[in-house]
């Protein structure tokens, strides 16, 4: 029998996954060794060895002798962890018993063996008495149907199991929705000061958490539920049976919540229990099945359903498939109210305690299994509810949203929590009565995210500016004026008759921008939405301005280097025969002063336009630039030059004058060359942003459903109308226009170019949905909770186009912005 042990070692030195492999490939080859993981961001080890054979400052040693420290932190007391138990099973009519008995068990966590017995009636384990126990054992194989007892001749395994109470059990937790360390750090954190836990290793990569811990203090279960808390899906691996559990039971509260019905099905062919259980196992994953119970006595299966998914009649034929012949018995509707989606139009909403602000009324429980955990996260709204937002810093991924939203849902008073990751601020709408902004606040910073209530009030006002069209005085825009400043939502509304523009403030909640368009016309006046700059990328490319100064480079260029080729012969005749004078065409006129006076003219004029225009305009304006600074040096060197020269001429001197004609064309050549190479730059830089901005969708698919999620009616509109709590259609290759929350269907999201995610995310009723990202494969109803400047994708253009326009000592943000997102 063999007496195992696991010990933790701290390892220092390590600097890659290349140390992690040399480390776990030298010492799982060790004798006695049954298996190692080492974790590097840990530092640690986790050894589980036979202490007969080896002991654990031996491995210690091993691992020093590969060049790095090693030190052992604690080790779980050696105990004969492995123990035999014979137990007796009744109730086995064949080998396919035998078989699902032995399939079953040995899936549990801590079975080593299994070997059962038709003949003998009797099933021999090998199991660890520290991840399970003769009475789990006997509970697992009794729920399969059969009657299971313990053999008489066990008597060890009890007192044993009594005597390992007083040692640390070791539970392996599957964890969902880890995205960075930043997650890892904060779960162990959070579970290694909980009482009874002796020691954690979380590891990102295998979505898996090692936790050592006293049975005594806590249970797997509390331990899950702790992870769960933090906004995390947790998973026992230990334990398969309590983990089947519990997502039944999470997944029974939405199928609760739901349309369900009862329905009696006729079975033949079942011979034994294992065809009850070949049933129950591989009907009761289909979805739509909320619980399923064959009696293989009367010959018949028992079905809790909802047949807004799947019908009886398709149950039947699935359990025929398996082999068996199957016929519908009867069937009884479950009835309950349901909760009945209506989308309306904000204006004409009443508001109530029992009607949410985009017109989704509650009735009663959803027929969908998604509505009551949407609604209630997304939309709440009562006569005695407040808003406020609160500023949060330290958030790194959608987790810790996920994590803030669920820990805030769970305080009393709080009736919705909209958490925006970009905008790092959350809006809340809670009572008054039985929490404060201030304890909002309090509680996400216990979490580990610092949090301070926003005081400004206008933090959670719409902002829209439309040109209006059809006004012909004062008494147009006074009718506009006073018309929509009394509806519903609108906080201010500001025209001007001259531009023909109207700027208006709104409440998001109540009402939005397609509601105030539909308003002015039906006064009679146009009204639309004036294109904003951000959705169009062209503005940031620099093409006119590289065009405008390659053109002036090249021309300059094609006078200033036979400029300098003049300039260059005339001073090498000069040197070879020593004459100074050169003279002359006409007197006071050398060739050498006709030629660079031919070739430093357009250059003046025509490649130097743009220096002149810019110059100018500084100057109207009583300011000195570059441009000033290159027109003064060039305009003096030219007009110097010409005005000596004819002085000269006029003068009949017998020979010319020293000019500076060779300046203007060096000078232009060298600084348009520099302009044109600085635009250029500036387009590189700007490529990114523009890459951003070419994600934002044009236009949305406006839906109305009914209480099916189906579709009624639908329209095209401008994204810049959509509205908060719109239901969007999202088809398969269509970009995703704002960001939202999927209220129906399952599809696949391509977010990589936002998130830098290679892989496609999954989407399913109550996940989030980002604007920009790429629908894949399946269609999808969405409610838009960010609108406009609110979106991920215009937060993240906003954090860009600060960053580059900052000062430089300011610059590291881009550089941090362009790491974390991979389009950049």
């Known amino acids: 029998m063999a007496e195992h042990a696991t010990s933790i070692v701290a390892i220092e030195g390590m600097t890659c996954q290349s140390c992690v492999s040399t480390i776990e490939k030298n010492i799982s080859s060790v004798p006695g060794v049954k298996s190692i993981k080492v974790y590097l961001g840990r530092k640690k080890a986790e050894i589980t060895f036979d202490s007969r054979v080896v002991t654990i400052k031996e491995l210690a040693a091993q691992i020093e002798d590969m060049g790095f420290e090693a030190c052992p932190e604690d080790s779980i007391v050696s105990l004969p962890t492995l123990q035999d138990v014979t137990l007796r099973v009744q109730g086995m009519t064949c080998e396919s018993c035998v078989r699902n008995i032995e399939r079953r068990v040995s899936s549990q966590a801590g079975v080593h063996t299994v070997k059962v017995s038709l003949q003998e009636e009797l099933a021999r384990i090998a199991y660890n008495i520290n991840e399970t126990n003769p009475q789990t054992l006997l509970n697992i194989i009794n729920e399969m149907g059969f009657t299971a007892t313990v053999s008489p001749e066990n008597t060890k395994s009890t007192k044993l199991q009594e005597s390992s ?249 709080i009736h919705y929590v909209l958490v925006a990751l970009m905008a790092q601020k959350a809006e809340v709408k809670f009572d008054p009565a039985y929490i404060m902004p201030s304890q909002i606040a309090n509680a996400i910073t216990e979490l580990g995210y610092m949090s301070s209530v926003i005081e400004d009030v206008s933090s959670g006002q719409g902002e829209l500016e439309l040109e209006i069209h059809g006004m012909t005085c004062v008494s147009c825009v006074h009718s506009i004026e006073s018309n929509l400043i009394k509806r519903p939502g609108i906080i201010s509304v500001s025209i001007a008759l001259a531009t023909q523009l109207g700027k208006f403030q709104f409440d998001p909640e109540v009402t939005g921008p397609r509601d105030i368009v539909d308003a002015i016309k039906d006064l009679g006046f146009g009204a639309s939405t004036i294109t904003d700059h951000r959705r169009d990328a062209s503005y940031l490319s620099q093409k006119e301005e590289v065009k405008k100064w390659r053109n002036s480079f090249l021309f300059s260029l094609v006078f200033g280097l036979p400029s300098m080729a003049v300039m260059m012969y005339f001073m090498g005749i000069r040197m070879s025969t020593g004459k100074h004078d050169i003279c002359c065409l006409i007197p006071g006129l050398s060739t050498e002063n006709l030629f660079l006076w031919i070739l430093a003219t357009p250059v003046q004029f025509i490649g130097g336009r743009y220096f002149y225009v810019h110059a100018l305009k500084a100057i109207k304006h009583r300011m000195a630039n570059m441009d000033v600074l290159i027109m003064l040096a060039t305009n003096i060197a030219y007009f110097y030059s010409v005005a000596v020269l004819i002085y000269f001429m006029i003068d ?30 500036k387009g590189k830089t700007s490529e990114a942003l523009a890459k951003l901005i070419s994600l934002q969708a044009t236009e949305a698919t406006l839906v109305d459903v009914d209480s099916d999620c189906q579709i009624i009616s639908e329209k095209q509109i401008d994204v810049e109308l959509v509205q908060r709590g719109d239901i969007l259609k999202v088809v398969p290759g269509e970009k995703i226009p704002v960001d939202g929350r999927v209220t129906f269907g399952n599809s696949m999201a391509d977010e990589s170019l936002i998130t830098g995610e290679s892989l496609p995310v999954a989407k399913r009723p109550g996940s989030q949905v980002i604007g920009g990202s790429i629908n894949q494969n399946g269609m999808l109803l969405i409610s838009a909770t960010h609108i406009g400047k609110d979106t991920t994708l215009a937060q993240i253009v906003k954090l860009v186009e600060e960053a580059q326009t900052s000062k430089v000592h300011n610059n590291f943000k881009f550089v941090i912005l362009t790491l974390r997102y991979p389009v950049m």
Not at 179 to 197: H, M, R, Y
Not at 653 to 672: C, G, Q, R, W, Y
């Open 652 to 681: 009949g001197a017998d020979h010319s004058p020293k000019t500076f004609f060779e300046t203007p064309p060096m000078l232009l050549v060298f600084i348009s060359l520099g302009r044109w190479l600085e635009h250029i730059a």
């Open 165 to 413: 109470r007083n040692y640390s059990s070791v539970v392996r937790i599957h964890i969902q929705g880890m995205t960075c360390q930043s997650c890892v750090s904060k779960i162990e954190e959070n579970l290694i000061n909980s009482p009874g836990i002796r020691n954690i290793i979380v590891s990102l990569e295998d979505c898996l958490a090692t936790v050592k811990f006293n049975p005594l203090e806590v249970t797997p279960e509390q331990l899950q539920n702790m992870i769960e808390d933090m906004g995390y899906e947790a998973t026992l691996l230990t334990d398969k049976a309590k983990n089947v559990a519990v997502c039944s039971q999470d997944s029974n509260s939405h199928k609760m919540n739901s349309d369900q019905a009862t329905g009696t099905l006729k079975v033949k062919g079942m011979t034994c229990m294992s065809c009850v259980h070949n049933i129950e196992d591989h009907i009761g994953t289909v979805k739509g099945i909320i619980s399923i119970k064959v009696s293989l006595q009367e010959n018949s299966a028992t079905v809790q359903y909802q047949p807004s998914l799947i019908s009886l009649q398709q149950i039947a034929e699935m359990i025929d498939n398996m082999g068996f012949e199957c016929e519908v018995q009867d069937s009884q509707k479950l009835v309950m109210d349901p909760w009945v989606p209506r989308i309306s139009h904000p204006q004409n909403t009443v508001t109530s305690s029992d009607q949410t602000d985009i017109g989704i009324e509650k009735r009663g429980p959803s027929p969908n299994k998604h509505t009551k955990q949407y609604t209630k996260l997304l939309f709440a709204e009562g006569d005695d509810l407040e808003k406020c937002f609160i500023r949060i810093t330290g958030m790194t991924c959608a987790s810790c949203v996920a994590a803030i939203e669920k820990h805030l849902t769970h305080l009393d008073g």
